[in-house]
């Protein structure tokens, strides 16, 4: 974390919404896409209006040992060791690991996280808070106006700071990961290495509802030395076969809370808790959402609000 960062770093990163900031002919073309979509014909068949709004995956292909890091902190922890034990932690075990630098930390590579089809992926990353409590994990892509306007119109993504000024970049948003994201995760394991990461269930949730089986991650605010020393601690309970709750249990015991701010590790759903990632679910039902559904729904909203003329 840069010095920038760590003297603002009891201010919560936040993230504002940018269609304002959007160029006035990007914002009618998305808005004339979006009526388009409301008012073509729906698909014939009683069913519909409900394929419309969700298609339902279903996975029962057990996931191979694949793990990923999303590094996209590297940028703030030049010389951390944490990569190198994490892999070798993992490929000790038997995972193959996968990383990504800062540099590949993308809003496409969110996208495309489900179809990489690993059995844990961890998120080393930023993140930030909306004002209804969504959080926005970050990719390293500097922030731009005329970069994925119709993300940026739909509220899919969104201009993230960790310190309220410059610079800022692209962050995804719950939203995103519902209506953007290719493919379900088959049960996979998500490891939030990042603040706020738990501090509400809005990004869990939609996570949980593209097939990830259970995630793990900070209700607040956390350093990033906290973070990784937490995080290897909880990697080696993991693999050496430990529930998710007994995993958590025994990185709290060992590393407790963030000694600056307090907050703790947890997972969700509580339910999923005695699930390991040696034997995480081998089959289940993801609801896949797509964007044609995201427009058709936002157009929708927008007729209803329309004047109507009687003829």
Known sequence: MSRRAKSRRGKKARVKSI??????????????LVVYFAWSPADTGPSSST???TATSTFNKPLEFKAAILDQLEAFS??????GEAKKTLTSAGFAVKYYPAENV????????????????????HSAVSDDGGVYPFTSEPYSESKYPFEQ??????KGSLTMD????????????????????????????????L??????DRLIQRGVSVVIGWDGLVDLPHTDRATLVLLKALVEGATVMQAVE???????????????????????????????????????????SMIATVGERLLLKMPRRNL
Not at 19 to 32: D, Q, S
Not at 199 to 204: E, Q, R, T, V
Not at 270 to 284: F, T, Y
């Open 19 to 32: 269609v304002r900031l959007l160029p006035p002919f990007l914002i009618i073309a998305c808005a004339a």
């Open 51 to 53: 394929s419309r709004a």
């Open 78 to 83: 030049s010389g951390s060791a944490f990569v």
């Open 106 to 125: 993308t809003v496409e590579l969110y996208r495309r996280l489900p179809l990489l089809e690993c059995r844990l992926i961890v998120l080393r990353v």
């Open 153 to 158: 119109l739909m509220g899919t993504v969104g």
């Open 166 to 197: 410059p610079p800022y970049y692209f962050a995804i948003s719950p939203s995103f990961v519902t209506y953007e994201m290719e493919g379900n995760f088959n049960g996979a394991m998500v490891i939030l290495s990042t603040c706020h990461g």
């Open 199 to 204: 501090c509400s269930p809005k990004l869990a």
């Open 250 to 292: 025994t990185t709290v015991g060992e590393v407790g809370p963030d000694p600056q701010h307090g907050s703790l590790l947890r997972y969700y759903p509580p339910k999923n808790g005695k699930i390991s990632v040696w034997r995480i679910p081998s089959s289940g039902t993801a609801l896949i959402h797509n964007r044609s």
